[in-house]
């Protein structure tokens, strides 16, 4: 695949939701889709599907990822899955297999949330886990709207919304995604099942404190709501730390934003995961609690709102077990592959259907962990690993 929306400086990809690059990106499903003589679709929330076989028949097996990125992502959270996905049907198609069950592959929109503030767009509509009013009123940081922005990719906003018989209709969803940690580097293995997903959240801090001039205002006369942002930060790290999960904050925007002015506003996204709901409450607790008490001390307000999450995963037991028997050691099979059954910190499409149909998820070795950035990389070996790891699965699954 050509590097779309690769940005030339950082080499990182910036494509981000119904923009210019994912455009692009969607062509080229389309294009991978019709050259392979599967049938092409778009569903109402404006995600794609390439089917082989009656995509009404029911009991369908579905494969697929994402194409968007974070800013400057890397290159493979999202493609990975969705290339390998056409690649495992080049495979069977290869090994003369017949197929019992439609099978599907699909592109999930605006997996990462980069434009819009919240992950998982696609998927969570037509599961139901965003309403139409709330999709409507997501706004870009440039005041579009989701809406607006889908028109103006060409796609039609008023059709949004729960897609129940569609989802009716999948049997399995089977995801492949880029490790986005070391455990298998840790393992030496090539290829993981994923078991669970981290309840996670995003969370919005607004910091407002009062505009002034960074050379006349005496520090006693100042509300300055970086200081109270930055106490923060460390105590996010810190409430983190003692809970044994992960927060962050990542993005920030600062009003009016001139280095010779204190800040009216620091508005801060604080990200927030961990291994069960009860470490999360105590640390996103935690977190606010810090927050207002350093407000308080420097005059400031604060307003805290979730901006979306999503509670713990755990993925179907059967489906789970059924990959580990097609591809473990007793499968039968020549392989010396070894799978491990691994957790993730990282939210996925896989995980919001998991509530809907049995999901599961394969993970192939990121040798540095590494993700969400331009560094992110899977070794070309890794990856054939993991397409023919998938194509064993597809096989048993809509094959037999
Ligand atoms: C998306 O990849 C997320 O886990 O935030
Ligand atoms: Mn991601
Ligand atoms: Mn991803
Ligand atoms: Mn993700």
């Not at 690059?21 to 889709?33: L, N, P, T, Y």
């Not at 290159?75 to 019992?100: H, I």
């Not at 880029?178 to 030496?188: C, H, I, N, P, T």
Request: aromatic residues 6%; contains cysteine; negative net charge.
């Amino acid at each position: 695949m050509r590097p779309i929306g690769r940005h030339p400086d950082s080499g990182g990809y910036r494509r981000f939701a119904w923009t210019g690059a994912d455009v692009e990106c969607r062509a080229w499903f389309k294009a991978q889709a019709e050259a392979r003589g599967l049938a092409y679709e778009v569903d109402r929330n404006g995600n794609q599907w390439a089917w082989l076989g009656d995509p009404g028949a029911g009991d369908a097996v579905v494969t697929g990822s994402h194409l968007d990125s974070v800013p400057d992502g890397g290159a493979f959270d999202g493609p990975l899955g969705v290339v390998s996905s056409f690649a495992a049907l080049d495979e069977l198609r290869a090994r003369q297999v017949t197929f019992t069950k439609p099978l599907a592959i699909v592109n999930f929109g605006d997996e990462e949330g980069a434009r819009f503030g919240l992950a998982c767009v696609g998927s969570r509509l037509a599961a139901g886990q965003l309403t139409v009013e709330q999709a409507h009123r997501l706004t870009d940081g440039d005041g579009v709207t989701l809406p607006r922005a889908m028109e103006a990719a060409g796609y039609d906003p008023e059709t949004v919304g729960p897609d129940p018989e569609r989802l009716g209709r999948i049997g399995a969803f089977v995801e492949l995604h880029v490790e986005q940690g070391r455990a298998l580097d840790l393992s030496g293995d090539r290829v993981g099942i994923a078991s669970a997903i981290w309840p996670h959240g995003r969370w919005r801090f607004d910091f407002r404190g009062e505009a002034n001039h960074a050379g006349t205002t005496r520090l006693v006369d100042r509300r300055d709501p970086m200081l109270s942002y930055a106490e923060t930060v460390l105590a996010a790290r810190r409430e983190a730390q003692l809970a044994g999960a992960v927060a962050t904050f990542g993005k920030i925007v600062v009003e009016p934003n001139g280095v010779n002015a204190i800040p009216s506003l620091v508005r801060g996204w604080l990200d927030s995961r961990a291994a069960d709901q009860e470490s999360l409450d105590t640390v996103v607790g935690g977190v606010e609690r810090a927050a207002r008490e350093y407000a308080a001390a420097h005059g400031v307000d604060l307003d805290v709102v979730r901006e979306s999450f999503t509670p713990v995963v755990e993925f179907d037991h059967a489906l789970r077990d059924e990959l580990a028997r097609i591809l473990g050691r007793d499968s039968g099979k020549d392989t010396d592959l070894k799978v491990p059954v691994l957790g993730t910190g990282a939210g996925h499409d896989a995980g919001i259907l998991s509530g809907s149909i049995p999901t599961a998820m394969l993970f192939v070795r990121n040798p540095t962990g590494v993700s969400h950035s331009p560094a992110e990389y899977a070794a070309e070996d890794d990856c054939v690993a993991g397409v023919t790891a998938l194509a064993d699965v597809l096989e048993g699954l809509a094959c037999t």
